[in-house]
């Protein structure tokens, strides 16, 4: 029900904007997330947004170069990524917890699409 998709190869200090699309079902009250898990690593959380008020949280490791955003006219939740480093290489995730604010706790969310890879190269 949910579909990732916008990962791909780049370069350090590129940019990639992730999407999240919601294919079957609305999530208006739920708060969306992404998350990522590098190789040999656990899924760790990126950031989140509240699909109906906006609400946005991030990862403190994350503040200043990830912009989380959705658009509910395209059931789209969207992660804009700045300035990548070689250490964001992973599998991206998004997930749907029935939250009306944004959650850090990945058991929270019983909803994911199937993730997107991103490749950083130095």
């Known amino acids: 029900q949910l579909q990732a998709s916008g990962g791909g190869l780049v370069q350090a200090g590129d940019s990639l904007r992730l999407s999240c699309t919601a294919s079957?079902?609305?999530?208006?009250?739920?708060?969306m997330g992404w998350f990522r898990q590098a190789p040999g690593k656990e899924r760790e959380f990126v950031a989140g947004i509240a699909w109906r008020t906006g609400i946005t949280v991030y990862s403190d490791s994350e503040k200043g170069r990830l912009t989380i955003s959705r658009d509910n006219g395209e059931r789209t939740v969207y992660l804009q990524m700045n300035s990548l480093k070689p250490e964001d290489t992973a599998v991206y995730y998004c997930?749907?917890?029935?939250?009306?604010?944004?959650?850090?706790?990945?058991?929270?969310?019983?909803?994911w699409g199937q993730g997107t890879q991103v490749t950083v190269s130095s």
């Open positions: 997930g749907a917890a029935e939250r009306v604010i944004p959650t850090m706790r990945e058991y929270d969310y019983t909803y």
């Open positions: 079957v079902r609305t999530f208006s009250n739920y708060a």
